[in-house]
């Protein structure tokens, strides 16, 4: 009977992989068409094309609106790109990831090539030739070197840059999508709820994960809040640079420390918050981490749910191409991935995607109320709805991805210099983030307490048990945090 279930398991996962085959090699080709429709529909209607990341790499940063950038790398450090734009000069880091994608095809002759040359055992080892470039060099940066053209583009390139038409074509033009645009200040959109005054002595940010909104916690925490809570804490859930109704700049890479510097600028600046707590989901246990190592000595709690932490083994030269990998891994199946290797791979399909869902939420969630579906809340698909392309794919890339040599660091700040508990919550049965991912977490942080919640998912970790959760955080905001609370606790 065992024999038979694993038989039957090991069938399913070659089904997978054939079909996974050849979907995506067929989405490979659909992105390379849809490249040149894009590009034609760009030039028609905005008279003019921002490169996108299949062009060479220095075209494509070079696209910023309103200002330009030049990508500069050195060997083995990780890629940065010099942004010039009228008021600014930064260094910044943007992900190898967009720009180098390989196909699946010549990955898996890649692949297959290597296992080859290892077997057959000749060719001599070390060798490089141009035919068969030796490993290390292939996982590099193809094609990038600062040269000449650098020189060229800050003596000529940089006066006369149009910005980009905001919003673009393909993104929505509706009164929500464009609010930012009214105000002058430029700060993230956040809903804040709790004490009114300053001077209170703690406040507690939360920062929402990957197309989601800030109402993916004040539809579900807020109201649960006690009393108490409400009247001595300030309550903040900031709308990431992109996402909901905050400000999203055609000319923003969408970086980690864009991000970072947005939340302590709408947040930490405006509201004269000294120490706080931070409460965070998904790609935002990221922001919260860089956010936290920034203020060590402000941070009161961490509580991460779902944290999408993937260490990369010792030697791996290509950190971020190795997280990718791991976080759209190319498969049809489980469904949750086949979308996130869809928004990972391909810049052209996932902007067809967006245009499709973005740029018409308000069809959306009409049919929605329309058809009254009560299963999904529409705040979540509000979330999912509202954003720009650019902002989810650079977000996408330079924040999980391109991140990955970072993390370790940060985790080790936590670890050594900061005291704040670190709670972390997650669902048993998340498709999209394995749990090993926490526990990884812990393996770095040992005072870090994982909290599985039983039967969960990546969303329904907090969506549908908002009241014991609620009252988990205040425990944790109290520092009366008794040691098992609903659920088993590993240690
Ligand atoms: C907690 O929040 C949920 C979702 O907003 C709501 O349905 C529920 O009534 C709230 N519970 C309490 C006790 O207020
Ligand atoms: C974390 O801190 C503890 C106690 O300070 C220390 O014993 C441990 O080695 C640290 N762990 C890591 C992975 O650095
Ligand atoms: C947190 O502390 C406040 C006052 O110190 C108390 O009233 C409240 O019940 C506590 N909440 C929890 C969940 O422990
Ligand atoms: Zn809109």
């Known amino acids: 009977m065992a024999l038979v279930r694993s038989a039957s398991l090991a069938f399913g996962v070659v089904i997978n992989v054939a079909v996974s085959f050849v979907v995506f090699s067929f989405l490979d080709l659909l992105d390379r068409a849809l490249c040149y429709v894009y590009r034609a529909a760009d030039y028609m209607i905005e ?47 943007v992900s190898d990831t967009l720009y180098s994608r390989p196909p699946l095809v010549a990955d898996v002759s890649k692949a297959t090539i290597r296992r080859l040359s290892r077997g057959g055992g000749g060719g001599g080892s070390g060798s490089c030739s141009p035919v068969r470039p030796c490993h290390k060099a292939r996982t590099g940066r193809p094609g990038l070197r600062v040269s000449s053209d650098i020189v060229e583009m800050l003596k000529g390139r940089i006066v006369g840059m149009k910005p980009q038409p905001s919003p673009r ?25 709790g004490a009114k005054a300053a001077g209170m002595e703690e406040d507690v940010i939360f920062i929402h994960g990957f197309i989601s909104s800030s109402r993916f916690w004040s539809e579900t925490v807020y109201p649960n809040l006690s009393e108490t809570a409400k009247s001595t804490r300030r309550f903040f859930a ?42 965070a989901h998904s790609l935002g246990c990221i922001l919260a981490l860089a ?16 944290p999408p932490y993937y260490p990369v083994p010792e030697g791996e030269v290509a950190k971020s191409q190795y997280v990718m990998r791991k976080v759209a891994p190319r498969r049809v199946w489980p469904l949750i991935a086949f979308g996130a290797s869809i928004a990972s791979w391909y810049e052209h399909i996932s902007r067809t995607v967006c245009l499709l ?13 329309l058809l009254s579906i009560n299963s999904i809340p529409m705040f979540l698909l509000e979330g999912f709805f509202c954003h720009t392309h650019d902002a989810a794919w650079h977000t996408l890339h330079n924040v999980i991805c391109g991140t990955a040599g970072k993390i370790d660091g940060y985790l080790d700040t936590v670890n050594d210099s900061m005291k704040c508990e670190v709670n972390i919550f997650h669902g048993e049965h998340d498709e999209l983030i394995p749990l090993e991912c926490s526990y990884n977490v812990q393996r770095k942080v040992p005072r870090a307490k994982v909290r599985v919640v039983e039967k969960e998912d990546h969303i329904t970790v907090l969506v549908g048990r908002e009241k014991a959760f609620v009252t988990e955080l205040e425990r944790i905001w109290n520092g009366s945090d008794s040691s098992v609370i609903n659920g088993h606790q590993e240690s």
């Open 47 to 93: 008279s003019e094309w921002k490169p996108c990341y299949c062009s060479s790499p220095l075209e494509a940063i070079d696209g910023g609106g309103g200002g330009s950038s030049i990508l500069v790398t050195g060997q083995g450090e990780p890629a940065k790109v010099v942004r010039l734009s009228s008021s600014r000069l930064q260094l910044e880091d």
């Open 169 to 193: 074509w393909s993104d929505c033009s509706c009164k929500v999508c464009t609010s930012w645009t009214a105000s002058t200040a430029k700060s993230l959109f956040v809903r804040s709820a």
């Open 238 to 279: 900031v709308d990431l640079l992109g996402f909901g109704r905050s400000p999203r700049p055609t000319d923003s890479l969408y970086t980690l420390s864009e991000h970072v510097e947005m939340i302590e600028k709408s947040v930490l600046d405006t509201h004269k918050v000294k120490s706080f707590h931070v409460v």
């Open 291 to 306: 956010l936290a190592v920034r203020h060590p000595q402000s941070v009161k709690s961490l509580t991460l749910l779902a």
């Open 357 to 369: 869902i973005c740029k018409n939420h308000r069809l959306w969630e009409f049919l929605h109320k």
